[in-house]
C-alpha cells in the first residue's frame, strides 16, 4: 500500500480523501466509492501502488487521440478500481473488479519499470488509461515524472471527475488528455455513472487554462443521451470554453458488451451522423465519429478549405499533411506532434 499523497485528516481517525470530486469521507477501515483507497488508522492508502491490470502498446489513435502524436503508439497502462459506476461500462471487469469482488489484482510493475518499457518499445508516450487515472494518482505521477525525465509525452483518459488538487498536482506533467463527455445533465451522471456533470464542466476549463491539450469523447447511448439538445449543448460548451479546434470524438455504443446495459442496441450511423452534423453547424472544426470503420468522418479535413488531411481506416493512418499543416492552403491542423 501506498500512503495517498491528497487526503485530510479529520476528527477520530476519520479522513477526507481528496484525489476525486467525490471527496470521500472514510472512517477507519473504510474504503472509498472508487474501490480502492482504504482509511487506516486515520491515514488513506492506495491500494493499488504499482499494481497494473495492463500494460500494452496501443495506436495512439485507440485512446483516441486524432491530433496528438498522429500515427504513433503509445504505452498503455491501467490498474483495477474507477471511481464512476458507469451502466455502459466496456472494461467494468476491471473498473469495477474491486467493488464487485474485493479483490486487487494485477501484477507488480514499478514506475521505473513502466518507463523502461516505453524506451525499449521506442514509443513516444504514456497513456494512463482503461479505468479512470485519478484512482491510481500516485502510481500515474511517479511515472509521469519519471516518464517526463526521459522525454516521453504523458497522457490521461479520464471521465474528469478529478478534485482541483489532483489537476493541480498533475498538470505540469501531463501533455494531453482525452476526456469523457458522457453526458450534458446531472441526472444522466447520477442515474448512469453515479457521478456529477458539474465537476467534469470545472476539470475541463482547468485544463484549458492550464494549457493541456484535450480531446473530448461522448459515447452515444440509445435512448439515454442521443437527443439533439444533448448534442448541441455538448457542441457548444466544447466551442465557448474548450475553442473550436478541441476535436469531438462522437462513438457508438454497443450494448453486447456493456456493464448493465445489454438490453439496448447499437448506435445507428444516422444517430452519429446528426451528432456529426450537429457539431459542424455549432463550429467545431474537428468532429470524429468513432468504433464504426469506414467512414469519412473518421478523417480530418482542413477547416480551412475542406481538403482531407488525414485518412483513417480503423488504426491505419495515412498523412497528406505538410508538418501539421494543410498541403494545399496552409491553414493550421492543430496538430500536436
Known sequence: MKEAYLYKKLKNETSQCQTCAHYCVLKNGEIGLCGVRKNNNGKIYSLVYGRACAVNIDPIEKKPFFHFLSGTKSLSIATVGCNFSCKNCQNWNISQGPKLTGKIEGENVSPEEIVEKAKQYKVPSISYTYTDPAVFLEYALDTMKLAKKAKLKNTWVTNGFLSKE????????????????????????????????????????????????????????????????????????????????????????????????????????????????????????????????????????????????????????????????????????????
Open 166 to 337: 489532483t489537476l493541480n498536482l498533475i498538470s505540469s506533467y501531463l501533455d494531453a488528455t482525452n476526456v469523457d463527455l458522457k453526458g450534458f445533465t446531472e441526472n444522466f451522471y447520477k442515474k448512469y455513472c453515479a457521478g456529477r456533470l458539474q465537476p467534469v464542466l470545472d476539470t475541463l476549463k482547468r485544463m484549458k487554462k492550464a494549457k493541456i491539450w484535450i480531446e473530448i469523447t461522448t459515447l452515444v447511448i440509445p435512448t439515454l443521451n442521443d437527443d439533439e439538445k444533448t448534442f448541441k449543448n455538448i457542441a457548444n460548451f466544447i466551442k465557448k470554453e474548450l475553442g473550436p479546434e478541441t476535436p469531438w470524438h462522437i462513438t457508438q455504443f454497443c450494448g453486447a458488451i456493456s456493464w448493465k446495459l445489454q438490453n439496448l442496441p447499437n448506435t445507428s450511423v444516422e444517430t452519429l451522423k446528426k451528432a456529426y452534423e450537429i457539431g459542424k453547424k455549432v463550429g467545431l472544426k474537428y468532429v470524429y465519429t468513432g468504433n464504426i470503420a469506414g467512414m469519412e468522418s473518421e478523417d480530418t479535413y482542413c477547416p480551412k478549405c475542406k481538403t482531407k488531411m488525414i485518412e483513417r481506416l480503423g488504426y491505419l493512418i495515412t498523412r497528406y499533411d505538410r508538418n501539421g499543416k494543410c498541403s494545399k492552403c496552409g491553414e493550421s491542423l492543430n496538430i500536436i506532434e
